[in-house]
């Protein structure tokens, strides 16, 4: 289910890849609540790996040159996806400028999990890398497509092209663009907005 009534859960359980785990069931904006997957995609070796292998065999087929990912849950799954696909480097899409980056190009970007709108950077060497590439855009989840849509913006203005869009979860109903997922988890609502939801599906 994309959505689901909130009823005071604490956890979600999940089962993928005969691994099974528990993910805390948060509240990010007013009557709305998701299962957060950072412990997951911080640090759960194990999940991470076999992620990443799965992502890269159905990546594969459309040839990109090089990934990019943004700052920064989904960096590991990047290396792991990048790694199987025999790339050299991936690219990161940074949070913020650092002294470091002698240019940058940056787009804004407003997630269902901050609560003010954030930007993602491309530091200048990076853009250069994206040039004229086949690049695929990779997060560890997929809801309202902003973060997605920023990447896409940035490859554009690098001079590359997006090969193929990819994340581990898809997350709601609202992302409609093509997109390779493994998993799907929903969004819980507060029951007045799970009617609102129900009654604007139905019309």
């Not at 509240?27 to 292998?53: C, H, M, Q, T, Y």
């Not at 990546?59 to 943004?70: A, C, H, W």
């Not at 799954?77 to 470091?100: C, D, P, T």
């Amino acid at each position: 289910m994309e959505v689901l009534p909130y009823d005071g859960q604490k956890k979600y359980r999940i089962s993928v890849f005969g691994l099974k785990r528990e993910l805390p069931v948060i509240n990010v904006a007013p009557g709305i609540w998701i299962a957060s997957n950072a412990e997951l995609v911080l640090g759960d070796v194990e999940f991470i790996k076999r992620a990443g292998e799965e992502l890269s065999e159905r990546i594969r087929t459309f040839n990109p040159d090089v990934i990019l990912t943004p700052e920064a849950k989904s960096m590991a799954i990047a290396y792991e996806v990048s790694n199987g696909l025999g790339h050299k480097r991936f690219v990161v899409a940074r949070k913020g400028v650092k002294a470091y980056m002698k240019g940058h190009v940056c787009e804004e970007v407003k997630s269902i999990t901050t609560k003010e709108t954030q930007r993602l950077i491309l530091e200048s060497q990076s853009a250069k890398h994206l040039k004229k590439k086949r690049v695929c855009l990779l997060d560890d989840v997929v809801s309202t497509g902003g973060t997605m849509e920023a990447m896409e913006r940035l490859v554009l203005r690098a001079g590359g092209s997006v090969a193929c869009r990819t994340a581990v979860w898809k997350e709601g109903p609202w992302y409609k663009n093509e997109l390779i997922c493994l998993f799907t988890l929903p969004i819980f609502l507060s029951r007045e907005k799970f009617c609102q939801f129900g009654e604007a599906a139905r019309t």
